[in-house]
């Protein structure tokens, strides 16, 4: 089942925050976060782990909320680099399905 | 290496051809699939291959045929597309196959069916 992104887009000028949510109605095993700018492939962000954990890397860092089946993705003081589509993937256990949610657009304006 | 190779970048394709789309890997992934994206949309798992065998067909139709000739492989024989088959088809590899581990996707092959 795909998971549920929000917000759909969000318009940010540069050095702003921004979080992107991803939700779950099944158990989720793990949350991959992945970046794709327009024509390109998608570009592995961090991945999280069913037991409820925090990553960061940079400024951006996301934590997964196993009792919710939500995970957050957090990027401070965005930069222009940053604009893409940012989707987030649900992982099975032990299968080796990857379900992406409907995708983020962010883009990063001067 | 994380790199995911694909080829060609574009291609052009009548609905009566046959074309063939490939995948390379370095890295020791023992796990590769395939992910047809549509425009404004995520990617769409169509096959994947563990060891060297189909483990996952979402119910694509048989004019998409896969193939993996060795661990480091894997192609997708294309035939009588339609043109609403017209996608960036994605490659991605990861270590064992587990839904724990992180996919790397190549850059994608553009396909056009006129």
């Known amino acids: 089942q795909q998971p549920v992104q929000s917000p759909q887009a969000v318009i940010l000028r540069e050095g702003e925050d921004a979080v992107i949510n991803c939700s779950s109605s099944?158990?989720?095993?793990?949350v991959h976060w992945y970046r794709q700018k327009h024509g390109e492939a998608p570009v592995f962000l961090m991945i999280?782990?069913?037991?409820?954990e925090q990553k960061g890397h940079e400024k951006i860092s996301a934590s997964f909320n196993e009792k919710k089946q939500q995970s957050s993705l957090y990027l401070t003081a965005s930069q222009l680099s940053y604009s893409g589509t940012y989707f987030c993937g649900a992982g099975g256990g032990s299968n080796y399905k990857l379900t992406f949610g409907k995708g983020t657009l962010l883009t990063v304006n001067p | 290496d994380t790199e995911v190779t694909q080829t060609p970048k574009h291609l052009v394709m009548g609905m009566t051809n046959k074309k063939s789309l490939k995948c390379e890997q370095h890295m020791g992934h023992r796990a590769m699939y395939w992910y047809k994206q549509k425009a404004k949309k995520p990617p769409e798992l169509m096959f994947v291959y563990s060891y060297e065998k189909l483990s996952i067909n979402e119910s694509v139709p048989s004019r998409f045929s896969p193939e993996c000739p060795n661990s480091s492989l894997l192609n997708l024989h294309l035939h009588a597309l339609q043109p609403e088959d017209s996608a960036l088809y994605l490659c991605?590899?990861?270590?064992?196959?587990?839904?724990?581990?992180?996919?790397?996707f190549g850059p994608g092959t553009r396909l056009l069916v006129l």
């Open positions: 999280l782990l069913k037991g409820g």
């Open positions: 099944k158990a989720l095993y793990s």
């Open positions: 991605a590899s990861s270590p064992e196959g587990q839904g724990r581990e992180t996919q790397y």
